[in-house]
């Protein structure tokens, strides 16, 4: 592992955080012309009006909860993002490219599991803690196949170094040679960022799940996370499926952005347009269709590696 050149280690945190206002940007727009407001066009300011508001807004606290717990719940999960996003190339560069970077980035999911846990148990509160709780039903539910979808990928390329996944897509990239592992991936990332159809966790029918208690700079901090999460699982796409930074014309950073914002806008977008699935519906289909199918996607790309 070399040093990491300066302009990687400004380049990636801010990258990260234009990205995660653009998504913010992006699902409330979705969300305003999904409900006929006008306007939908200058939602651009409103994820910045809100942080101001809940930067001033009185935190408020339940009944005997443990406010420690739930405030390390709440840190954990944009720390989780950061951890994660450390060893994905932006370009051809990470801020710590690792020889192991895909087992660090499927081992950073433990923080989120962690964050979401603690929030809602830390409330002490039935509807957060039920939240908490389907977090976790949710988590045993699609850690498995993304696991496999990851390791499919690094079978593929003979490496968990990120940056070496994406070169070895110069003359094919893994989302074509591979594709149920690439939808596969795209479904677990949803349920690790508990967004759009398998938003469960802070489901709408338990007024807001494990993140219910929160207000304030508490709530501020989850929902960057939350977004910030979102970010790293469409970037960590482009190296593992999308061919990383190969492009013709721009120079490798652009495309590796201009790749995680197409994988972005398309995980925003399913917020808006799919339904959200019953939790026991998606835990069968994970054990009967995920699992099955991402083990045979590994089982065809070990043949041909070998072969």
Do not use: C
């Amino acid at each position: 592992m070399g040093e990491t050149p300066l302009w990687t280690l400004v380049a990636s945190p801010v990258a990260l955080a234009l990205l995660a206002y653009a998504a913010a940007v992006l699902d409330r727009s979705l969300g305003a012309v999904a409900a006929g407001h006008r306007g939908a066009l200058r939602a651009w300011g409103e994820p910045a009006r809100g942080a101001v508001r809940l930067l001033v807004q009185q935190r408020r606290a339940t009944f005997a909860s443990d406010r420690l717990l739930a405030r390390i719940g709440v840190l954990a999960l944009p720390v989780a993002a950061l951890l994660a996003a450390v060893v994905i190339p932006l370009g051809t560069e990470a801020v710590a490219g690792m020889r192991v970077g895909v087992v660090w980035f499927n081992a950073m999911e433990v923080g989120v599991w962690g964050a979401v846990w603690l929030t809602g148990w830390g409330a002490n509160s039935a509807y957060a803690l039920i939240g908490g709780y389907r977090f976790l039903a949710q988590g045993l539910a699609y850690e498995l196949p993304h696991m496999f979808a990851l390791i499919t990928a690094a079978l593929g390329a003979g490496s968990l170094d990120l940056a070496e996944v994406a070169a070895a897509q110069h003359d094919l990239w893994f989302a074509v040679w591979m594709p149920v592992a690439f939808a596969v991936y795209l479904i677990s990332a949803a349920a690790m960022v508990f967004w759009g159809p398998l938003d469960h966790p802070v489901g709408a029918d338990l007024a807001g799940g494990a993140a219910v208690e929160l207000s304030g700079p508490d709530r501020l901090v989850f929902m960057a996370g939350r977004y910030a999460l979102l970010v790293v699982v469409a970037a960590a796409a482009v190296p593992l499926f999308l061919g990383g930074d190969e492009g013709p014309l721009l120079p490798a950073p652009a495309w590796s952005l201009i790749k995680t914002s197409a994988v972005l806008a398309l995980l925003v977008w399913t917020a808006h347009r799919l339904p959200v699935l019953r939790m026991d519906r998606f835990v069968a289909a994970a054990w009967t269709v995920l699992i099955p199918a991402a083990l045979l996607q590994a089982l065809v790309v070990a043949i041909v590696v070998v072969g």
